[in-house]
């Protein structure tokens, strides 16, 4: 995986000062990159039988839908407020530095569903835990996360506890 590290650029002091931002943009536009990525995650997922992909606005986005298309599933995307046309199930969270809110369509996973929540990042883990809640609120059944990065010096992995977590690539700080 250190070849598919070399296609992420590493941004020091951003968004704020002492923070290091892992840049995926440069692992996107590379053709190898994008496409290894897809089928390394697949790979981790390992799992026949999955009804539906959700993805996070907005990287999430991203991954899901290729993610859904090579696992022959669904996608579903939880979106920010007031984004979803049709009635919705929403969940407020906390964040390092006050709240936030995700939404899904109340229609969008049956009861039983197996979901697999994919996104870029796992930091904290904050907003992919909001969304292990909603997939359970509606009835489905989640079947493990994936991600593209993984934070390890954040321990967002601890609040999956019984949750099958795949990350492709991780970080020790």
Avoid: W
Avoid at 7 to 32: E, M
Avoid at 103 to 125: F, M, N, P, S
């Amino acid at each position: 995986m250190d070849n598919l590290k070399q296609l992420i650029r590493t941004v020091p002091d951003f968004p704020k000062p002492g923070i290091q931002f892992y840049d995926i943009t440069t692992l996107l536009k590379n053709a190898y990159g994008l496409r290894t990525t897809i089928d390394r995650l697949v790979e981790l997922i390992d799992d026949p039988n999955i009804d539906t992909v959700i993805g996070m606005e907005a990287r999430g986005f991203i991954f899901a839908p290729a993610l859904a298309y090579r696992l022959k599933a669904g996608f579903v995307p939880v979106r920010k407020p007031r984004k979803l046309p049709a009635a919705t199930e929403s969940i407020t969270y906390d964040l390092e530095y006050g709240t936030d809110t995700l939404e899904i369509h109340k229609d969008a996973i049956g009861e039983g569903h197996r979901v697999i929540i994919a996104d870029d990042l796992l930091a904290t883990g904050g907003t992919a835990r909001a969304v292990v809640d909603l997939v359970e609120r509606l009835g489905g059944v989640v079947a493990g996360l994936a991600f593209v990065v993984e934070l390890n010096f954040l321990k967002g992995r601890e609040r999956f506890p019984g949750y099958k977590v795949a990350s492709l690539l991780k970080y020790d700080e």
